[in-house]
Nanobody, 122 residues
Framework: QVQVAESGGGLVQAGESLRLSCTAS????????MGWFRQAPGKRREGVSC?????YYADSVKGRFTISRDNAKNTLYLQMNSLKPEDTAMYYC??????????????????WGQGTQVTVSS
């Protein structure tokens, strides 16, 4: 079956960096658009970035975050630099059929990981 797993979250201070990883198995990774989402307590889940052949970013992370993928390793990355307290959230990756702007298109057939927590202290 399909499995998606995120890693790399942690507690950092404002201005520091983290790199998130997401590995996917049980699917043909190259066929999927891959997206990062985040959800802070009490807030709606929001799309952060999506990659298929091009990369797309939410305005709030543009210039600070970089999405990339290694199809040979079935792995998605999110390099997060200049982190801010408002970046604190649970970060999820999703495998989808396409990017809808900076979000992986929401469908019932998307595959999701369990999330990794990112906490940025001021």
């Amino acid at each position: 079956q399909v499995q998606v797993a995120e890693s790399g979250g942690g507690l950092v201070q404002a201005g520091e960096s983290l790199r998130l990883s997401c590995t996917a198995s049980g699917l043909t990774f190259d066929d999927y658009a891959m997206g990062w989402f985040r959800q802070a307590p009490g807030k709606r889940r929001e799309g952060v970035s999506c990659i298929v052949r091009n990369e797309y970013y939410a305005d709030s992370v543009k210039g600070r975050f970089t999405i990339s993928r290694d199809n040979a390793k079935n792995t998605l990355y999110l390099q997060m630099n200049s982190l801010k307290p408002e970046d604190t959230a649970m970060y999820y990756c999703a495998a989808a059929r396409a990017c809808c702007g900076h979000s992986a298109c929401p469908t019932d057939s998307n595959y999701w990981g369990q999330g990794t927590q990112v906490t940025v202290s001021s």
